[in-house]
DNA sequence: TAAGCGTGGCT
DNA sequence: TAGCCAAGCTT
């Protein structure tokens, strides 16, 4: 068998050409775009989809087109305008983010990974993928749909494993086209194939530029037998608990009392619990008089 | 290392 | 229908 390396250059041109065809024009990806919408596209795309993050996005640039604009504002104006992106903490963040690098960066959103990655809320993913993709660096960038893709065509297994592993960062490394233009096309035409036709769920296989050469697929597309995802629970979690009252606040102008706080939720206990969790995470400021905002 | 952290669409 | 899943990070 040849080395997966060898191997895996045999997808560089097909995958190349493929992403030059069919990518998606999103304005992170516009030439115009700064290394700021970048990031900002980045943290609000963890975990969640390219079509919820539009809207948000362009009003959040509009807004705050710069981190200095941002880091002006309060962590609880970029609550507000999260919306309903889900997981509030990654606006916090953000806002973190924006001052750090408005005091230790000069304003400029700093293009090595290593400098990104001690951002609050950038972890190894999203400060590779800031380097590549805003400064065009080569960078190894492995999201959940390179991961996927990797898994299928070169490995063959049907789903990565449920973490990820030193195996697979240094996969991708190994596959990482010698051209640094090439390169840093690769690492964004993988995650798209990822996200447009080697998906999860009933991948477009008829569609793939590499499904020849898919190790999955010459393998007869076996099912996924590797230990078992946990899924996640949410009717009576602490997650939704604390979803709604976030969700009182960001709707709410002004502040709001601890009965209406309260109201949204029957168990005493788990909502003690939720409350004190959220002002410890900096979600949740209480003021004098049992009355709560956002932070100011 | 594994669990916790939102939200909503899709199958 | 009820899981499953989505450009992860933090502790």
């Known amino acids: 068998m040849p080395h997966p ?23 992170w990806r516009l030439p115009q775009r700064s290394p700021w919408g970048v990031l900002v596209s980045e943290v609000m795309l963890q975990q969640t989809p390219v079509a919820r993050v539009l809207p948000v996005w362009e009003r959040w640039m509009s807004l705050w087109p710069s981190p200095s604009d941002l880091a002006a504002a309060t962590p609880g104006d970029a609550v507000r305008e999260w919306g309903r992106l889900g997981y509030p903490r990654r606006a916090l963040r953000l806002h973190a983010a924006a001052a750090a690098i408005r005091d230790a960066h000069g304003g400029a959103v700093p293009g090595d990974e290593a400098t990104l990655r001690t951002l609050p809320g950038v972890g190894d993913y999203t400060a590779a993928a800031v380097a590549a993709f805003a400064f065009g660096a080569r960078a190894t960038v492995v999201d959940t749909n390179v991961r996927r893709v990797h898994a299928r065509a070169v ?3 049907a789903l990565p494993a449920p973490a990820l592993t030193r195996a697979e960062v240094d996969l991708a490394t190994a596959l990482l086209p010698d051209d640094d233009t090439d390169a840093a096309t690769w690492n964004v035409a993988v995650m798209e194939l990822g996200a447009l036709v080697c998906t999860a769920r009933a991948p477009r296989c008829a569609e793939c530029p ?65 409350l004190d969790a959220l002002v410890a995470d900096g979600l949740v400021e209480p003021l004098e008089g049992d009355r709560f905002r956002l932070p100011g």
């Open 5 to 27: 390396t060898s191997a895996g250059r045999r997808l560089h041109r097909p995958v190349l050409d493929w992403y030059a065809a069919h990518q998606r024009d999103l304005p």
């Open 155 to 157: 490995t063959g297994d």
């Open 210 to 274: 590499v499904a020849h050469l898919c190790r999955w697929r010459l393998a007869g597309s076996p099912t996924y037998d590797g230990p078992p995802r946990r899924g996640q629970r949410w009717e009576g979690t602490d997650r939704q608990c604390r979803g709604r009252m976030v969700q009182l606040l960001r709707d709410s102008p002004g502040p709001v009392s601890g009965a209406q706080l309260r109201a949204v939720w029957e168990d005493e206990a788990q909502r003690d619990r939720c």
